[in-house]
DNA sequence: GCTTGTGAAATCTTTCACAGCA
DNA sequence: TGCTGTGAAAGATTTCACAAGC
């Protein structure tokens, strides 16, 4: 029912790469997966796969289900994933050198075509097959070809100069793994992974389920 | 309004630390912070803050606004981070390690009280100052006194094992980063933290605020 | 018979707009 | 006057339930 360019609901985009992972899991083991298959493997009720799913159009077959393959063709097209992302880390410290060899990037189509560091002794080593440039060179290194993403990953006080630096290179968009808040032009998507904060939360649930047994 | 028991809506839970986080980064600075300041900060409505914030109580003062560190003190109780909360790594490899000298732990109340491994050669080393432990010993290790919080930051073939071994010592939540899904059973809330979905549904938004150039 | 796709209903969330209070 | 707290309205999302189609 909806054509390629139709609007998505923020929550459907929110969801559309869980299924994504889901498919990449089951590919190969089975042709086809059901709406219900892949709502128990996502964690969410099958009308809500299949309305998901519906605003990418018709993909599945009443009575059968959804073919495994021509789905996940169908989805990585819609993400842009057929060709591979170019992402670039500011700061190789022991985040952004774990994130640089992180199996999770390059297994979602993400290719680390550059780092950046402020500290001399860094400049010139690699991390897995990317040479670490000055944060200063950012703009020559990046250039003309500029890359979709920037991965923030240094100390709290360098965070917001990191940022700039990134749009000043004209980035596609930047997520900011350091504890604190930068500010962009509105222009640049930005999206803020504070992993104390991811802690807090699935904390505040659980004491939501359970009866609560502090003062 | 509402009393310190009542029901917070799953939206709200969301960005709760959100503020906290926006209100520790003011802390020191003002000694009263109005909705739309707060929300300007956050990235949200001013109405949304007051309303979200009403959930906890009736904290603010009208004609004034939010005393910050009054409203840090009422969060952080109701977060239960007036005492630190106790998480557990399992696999230290580049992101266990990374993660365990993580300043946003630190800064939200976390403190790593035990980090496992498998790779015999890494037992008995340390991962800031913690002890690295093997995974078999992990019931024992962790004995009476659980974990709030097991992270697991295993490669993906051992994902599964690492989250039963973790319910298996009684822990009280999982955060999972493998880029891949585990199983758990109902009790044991369980949020899955696939860094490259993060970057995903960052471009997917980025693509409908632009005008697609792909084919 | 079985499972999708989807309007309609139910629920949840956000925003409005203003009474209430410092 | 200024800003919070909050009912009520508007909007978004989820769930239901069933017609459509293999």
New binding site residues.
Partial sequence: ??PDGAHI????VN?LPVYLRVLNEISGGTAT????E?ARRAG?????V?????YL??????????DVEFLLRQMNRRFGLDCPRRAAIVGVGNLGRALASYGGFAARGFEIVAAFDIDPAKIGTTVGRTVISPVSEMEEVLGAASVDVGVVTVPVPAAQAAAEALVRSGVGAILNFAPVSVVVPPHVPLRHVDLGIELQILLFHEQHLRPAMGA
Same sequence: chains 1, 2.
């Fill in positions: 029912m909806a609901p923020e929550a459907t969801r997966v059901s709406s219900e892949l969410v009720q099958a009308a809500q299949r309305k998901d799913l519906s159009g018709s993909y599945g077959t009443r009575g059968v289900g959804y």
